[in-house]
C-alpha cells in the first residue's frame, strides 16, 4: 500500500507546471531578498527557496484523476477533515489551491447559509469544479482564478481559509500569505494541510512535505498565530492558524 502510494505520488507530482512571472519586485524582509535561487536543488523543486525550504513543482492538471482517487478516503479522511474545521452555516470558506474541489465539495453542505470559494491558478481545474457544481447544483460554491501572487479575494471577506497539499508548491509563498492574511476578517483561520515532513515513513517525496516547525515560521512571518494542531490524520498534519482580533 504505502508503496503503491509513493510510486503514484512520484508519478503524478513530478508532472510540473512552469512557474515563471514574478513582474513585480522580490519582496524583501531586514533589507534582503526573501527568496534564495540555487543552482544546485532538488529535481522536484523549482530551485527557489523560502525560509530554507525549496518549493516544489506545481501539479499540473493533467493529474486531476490521481486527486479523485479513492484510497484518499482511507488516507486522508476528507470528511472527518472538514467536520474538524469546526465551521458554522453562515461561513465564507477559500479553499486555495482547490484543484478538482475534492474539499470544496465536501464543504459546501456544511455552510448553507455561507460559500465556499475555490480557488486555482490553472483554469483546467476550475472547469472541472464548474462542471461539478452545476451537476450537483451547489449554489454555495464559486470559483475564482487567481494568480500565482494571489488570490484575488477581496479584503477581509472570508472566516476560514483551507489549503490541502498545496501550499508547499506556491511559487511566491510570501506574496500569497500577504493576501490571504487581507482577505481574511479579523479572528478568521487559516486551516493548512501538509504530509508530515518529521516523519520518513511517509511514502511522500520530500518537497510535497513540511514539517510543524517550518510551517509556523512561515505562517508566523505572515502575522498569522499559531492556533493549534489536531491529530487524527494518518500522514498529514491539520494546522490551524489565527488572524489576530485587532488587525
Ligand atoms: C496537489 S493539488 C491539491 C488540490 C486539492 N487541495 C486537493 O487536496 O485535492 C495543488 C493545487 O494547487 C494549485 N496551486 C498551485 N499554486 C497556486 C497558487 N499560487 N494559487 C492557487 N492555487 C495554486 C494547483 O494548480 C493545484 O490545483
Keep these: 500500500m504505502a508503496r503503491s502510494l509513493s510510486f503514484l505520488v512520484s508519478l503524478f507530482l513530478g508532472i510540473g507546471m512552469s512557474c515563471t512571472s514574478a513582474q513585480s519586485p522580490e519582496p524583501k ?9 540555487r543552482e544546485k536543488h532538488d529535481p522536484d523543486g523549482i530551485g527557489k527557496f523560502y525560509m530554507g525550504r525549496e518549493i516544489a513543482w506545481v501539479m499540473g492538471h493533467q493529474a486531476a484523476a490521481w486527486l479523485e482517487r479513492p484510497d484518499r478516503e482511507e488516507t486522508e479522511l476528507p470528511q472527518r477533515v472538514v467536520v474538524e474545521m469546526d465551521l458554522k452555516p453562515a461561513d465564507v470558506v477559500a479553499d486555495i489551491g ?10 459546501s453542505p456544511l455552510v448553507p447559509q455561507g460559500k465556499v470559494i475555490a480557488v486555482d491558478i490553472q483554469p483546467e481545474m476550475l472547469e472541472i469544479i464548474e462542471e461539478r457544481r452545476d451537476r450537483l447544483k451547489a449554489r454555495n460554491v464559486v470559483t475564482l ?8 479575494l477581496p479584503s477581509e471577506s472570508v472566516d476560514a481559509v483551507l489549503m490541502v497539499d498545496a501550499y508547499h508548491e506556491f511559487s511566491h509563498p510570501v506574496e500569497m500569505m500577504a493576501g490571504i492574511f487581507k482577505a481574511l476578517k479579523p ?40 492556533s493549534r494542531k489536531k491529530d487524527f490524520l494518518p500522514d498529514q498534519h491539520f494546522m490551524v492558524f489565527e488572524k489576530p482580533l485587532n488587525r
Design 29 to 37: 524582509r531586514d533589507g534582503k531578498p526573501v527568496y534564495e535561487t
Design 187 to 226: 479572528g478568521g483561520r487559516v486551516i493548512l494541510i501538509e504530509y508530515r515532513g518529521e516523519d520518513p515513513d511517509v511514502p511522500i517525496k520530500k518537497l510535497h512535505k513540511m514539517t510543524v516547525d517550518q510551517a509556523r515560521r512561515e505562517m508566523e512571518a505572515a502575522g498569522l498565530k499559531w
Design 98 to 107: 482547490a484543484g478538482t474541489g475534492y474539499f470544496t465539495f465536501r464543504i
Design 145 to 152: 482564478r487567481g494568480t500565482e501572487q494571489d488570490t484575488r
